[in-house]
Antibody, heavy 119, light 110 residues
Framework: QVKLLQSGAELVKPGASVKLSCKTSGFTFSTSYMSWLKQVPGPSIEWIGWIYAGDGGTNYNQKFKGKATLTVDKSSSTAYMDLSSLTSEDAAVYFC????????????WGQGTLVTVSS | DIVLTQSPALAVSLGQRATISCRASQSVSISRYNLMHWYQQKPGQQPKLLIYRASNLASGIPARFSGSGSGTDFTLTINPVQADDIATYYCQQSRESPPTFGGGTKLELK
């Protein structure tokens, strides 16, 4: 069955960067669109962007351009997200998800990674 | 961006019908496609897809869940509500980029 296993919780200092991972199995990764989303209590869920695993093509939410960088490793069926110059506003739970590019829903989600930003 | 508005909470009794609404700031329908989707999220867990394109049940989702609507007004119905359905429900549109989510409706027991 489809599995998306995300890396563990991160505690990072303000100004630092962090790289989150999402290891997948149970589907054809190389033809999939992998998305990342941010959840903070109250403001709900925000879409960060997607990456097409086939060729590495990306599409970002304008709000997260310069903040997030999406990459994939097809050999290990893993998606990555780099977050840079972290501030308290980046503290959140981040999810990876399989994105249905045809009509735009998020079919399967990882369990989430909590990122805490603190000195 | 398209804004989706949901009521923050809904109290319901077990065995009764729950109706959760989502209103979009502009139409999310194209031709015959209604690009609204619904998710369930329990505390400490990831969201799970329930309904796609307004009325299509996702794989493995019980038939007591159903969705309807078009244009700007959409509804998720749970009938009858079971204890396992206590969760927060989110709508999401894909009519325009960026895809956006509603603020969530927390389903509570009366």
């Amino acid at each position: 069955q489809v599995k998306l296993l995300q890396s563990g919780a991160e505690l990072v200092k303000p100004g630092a960067s962090v790289k989150l991972s999402c290891k997948t199995s149970g589907f054809t990764f190389s033809t999939s669109y992998m998305s990342w989303l941010k959840q903070v209590p109250g403001p709900s869920i925000e879409w960060i962007g997607w990456i097409y695993a086939g060729d590495g093509g990306t599409n970002y939410n304008q709000k997260f351009k310069g903040k997030a960088t999406l990459t994939v490793d097809k050999s290990s069926s893993t998606a990555y997200m780099d977050l840079s110059s972290l501030t308290s506003e980046d503290a959140a739970v981040y999810f990876c998800a399989i994105y249905s590019s045809y009509m735009g829903w998020f079919a399967y989600w990882g369990q989430g990674t909590l990122v805490t930003v603190s000195s | 961006d398209i804004v989706l508005t949901q009521s923050p909470a809904l109290a319901v009794s077990l065995g009764q019908r729950a109706t959760i609404s989502c209103r979009a700031s502009q139409s999310v329908s194209i031709s015959r496609y209604n690009l609204m989707h619904w998710y369930q999220q329990k505390p400490g867990q990831q969201p799970k897809l329930l309904i796609y394109r307004a009325s299509n049940l996702a794989s493995g989702i019980p038939a007591r869940f159903s969705g309807s609507g078009s244009g700007t007004d959409f509804t998720l119905t749970i009938n009858p509500v079971q204890a396992d359905d206590i969760a927060t429900y989110y709508c999401q549109q894909s009519r325009e980029s960026p895809p956006t989510f509603g603020g969530g409706t927390k389903l509570e027991l009366k």
